[in-house]
């Protein structure tokens, strides 16, 4: 006889918002015992969850909807004028997948970035264990993409989850002395074409959170679709951005 097991999911006790201040949020798990694979996975970002470590999980905040999930359709995208500036100014730039898996280089890179971007927040001083058990699952499909200026010097890592019609964009972090070139906007540039490559459908950036300074770069690539009442759709509200033809 064939062992049915069902999903079952877990809501945290209110906590403050990461993202919105003087906000509470409640975040719901997918059962972490539960065995997860690539398919799960996959069906479970169709409904709007996000992958943090081995973790899946969505904002389930009964006064607040602001936290959206967005992703891009990667054969409908066109570059902005402002982001062909941006592939520009990294085109010297040579990229290298690899394995996710613990590297000396990566972890200095990645606490650098963060005592950068975070300093004095508790993020900005994470041990090995952190580093990895935030990025990578056992049962995701991850990898690494490497960026390097021409002399061999690492600029920019992106964390990429591979899905069965998506590539999700999991993390990147970057040289802060070379924020200027905008490395973090390239990474998401370089991921739509690598998706489109692959033969995949779809890039998920995670969440989009409306009056959240961090989360406005999201709105950039066009066109995006928005998880909104159970269904993924496009926002007309949104304003244009000047399209390069």
């Keep these: 006889m064939t062992r049915v097991q069902k999903l079952g999911f877990y809501a945290t006790p209110p906590h403050s918002c990461n993202y919105l201040p003087g906000q509470e949020a409640v975040t719901l798990f997918a059962d972490p015992h539960f065995p997860k694979n690539t398919r799960l996975y996959s069906a479970l970002a169709d409904c709007g969850f996000r992958r943090s470590g081995e973790h899946l999980y969505i904002p389930h905040c009964s006064a607040c909807t602001r936290c959206v999930p967005v992703r891009i359709p990667v054969d409908e995208f066109l570059p902005s004028r402002n ?61 690494f993409y490497e960026m390097r200026a021409a002399d061999g010097k690492l600029l920019c890592i992106a964390v990429v989850d591979y899905m069965d019609t998506a590539l999700s964009a999991v993390y ?21 074409e690598e998706a489109r490559r692959l033969g995949k459908k779809w890039l998920y950036l995670g969440y989009w959170i409306e009056g959240c300074h961090k989360m406005e770069y999201k709105n950039e690539y066009r066109p995006m679709e928005y998880y909104i009442h159970n269904e993924w759709q496009r926002d007309p509200a949104l304003p244009d951005v000047p399209r390069a033809r």
Excluded: C
């Design 172 to 192: 990147t972090f970057y040289d802060p002395d070379y924020a200027r070139t905008s490395p973090g906007k390239f990474a998401i540039l370089f991921e739509i």
């Design 83 to 143: 982001q062909l500036r941006t592939l520009r100014r990294n085109r010297y730039l040579s990229i290298n997948r690899v394995s996710a898996e613990f590297d000396p280089e990566h972890y200095a890179l990645y606490k650098r970035y963060l005592d950068s971007r975070h300093p004095g927040g508790g993020m900005d001083d994470p041990t090995r264990d952190n580093y990895m058990e935030f990025l990578i699952a056992s049962w995701a499909e991850t990898y």
